[in-house]
């Protein structure tokens, strides 16, 4: 099953317990309409005994409002407790403590109905999502972009995307890497995904070998590790550095209060001030 055919029986799903919510709040309206009717209810006051007799209207909640007692005959407390309320509520009802609700076991149903349909929207959502370019699926170049014929990215162009971001004339644009090394900027509406799980090792071991051929070898002892960075100190030094794992991911696997061994950018050694192997100045 293709990632379009799967959503669209996901999109049909949604639309449908959409569907049912809507059919139960019409049919229960309409009984309860009929309802009143059948059993005289009065359409003055809609069974609530009372009607309004000024607003300022300066109130969304008309908690303003002054009110009378409807002044039809033929409404009695007896009629109105046969009648009850009319199922209209307006934004007096509840001020005046006149709300109508549907039955106990009406409500139990449309609540079961409700989840449904946000059971099925949140799966739609989620299969949207998987199916969205993002960092560290595979997308493939599926439209050429505008531009000088130079510079688009050839159609049926695979690779795995980095990074997304979005440039300075607000166009949403991602960082795509072949597995042969080769780097592209395309434009996100040009992209559609090929596997949103795929395997990443051909890109790991890049990434590895142009740290170890473009990085500084450090000798760090690792003081704590969260999802995101991790808490050095250089062998034989005092002050402690934060380290982002996205330049330094060997440290994530590293194990707390031994020494290791990484690759360090060299933006990111300067920044420290860390020397380089075997120089008594810093990078």
Known sequence: MTAATRIDELTATRDTAAERVRDHNERVRREAEERFAALGGCGTCRGRGWVVTWDTLDC???SYAEYDSCGEEACTPATREASGYHPTNLKYDRNRSSVWYPPAHE???REQLVRASERANA???DEVERWTPAAGKLVEVVKAG???KAFRVPVGTIGLVKRVFTNDWGTAKAVVVTEEGAKHFPAFKLLAVVDPEPDTSPWDQQEAAARKRDGVPMIVMVKRVTPKAALVTLVGAQEEHWVPLSQVPEL?????G???SAYFPVWLAREKGFPI???STPV
Request: hydrophobic fraction near 25%; charge should be positive; charged fraction near 20%.
């Open 60 to 62: 969304m909640q008309g």
């Open 146 to 148: 505008g531009g000088k």
């Open 107 to 109: 409500e139990a149903h």
């Open 277 to 279: 192997p075997g120089s």
């Open 123 to 125: 799966e739609l959502y």
């Open 252 to 256: 994530g696997k590293a194990q707390v």
């Open 258 to 260: 031994k020494a290791t």
